[in-house]
């Protein structure tokens, strides 16, 4: 059985890295933000003055 040259794993280690770099990238980018509503409820703050 031939055996592979090192440049040539180094070749594959390259090629697999880049193609792996890329899905992590392209998954990133693909997902929308959630977009967070903002509540139109305003809390009724009544101002008591503080008792020590």
């Known amino acids: 059985?031939?055996?592979m040259a090192p440049l040539l794993w180094?070749?594959?280690y390259?090629?697999?890295t880049a193609?792996?770099?890329l899905i992590i990238i392209l998954n990133?980018?693909?997902k929308l933000p959630i977009k967070?509503?903002?509540s139109t409820m305003k809390?009724?703050?009544t101002s008591q003055p503080w008792k020590w």
């Open 1 to 3: 059985m031939p055996q």
């Open 10 to 12: 180094l070749n594959l």
């Open 14 to 16: 390259v090629f697999f």
């Open 19 to 21: 193609i792996f770099a």
């Open 28 to 30: 990133f980018f693909t």
């Open 36 to 38: 967070i509503k903002v």
């Open 43 to 45: 809390t009724n703050q």
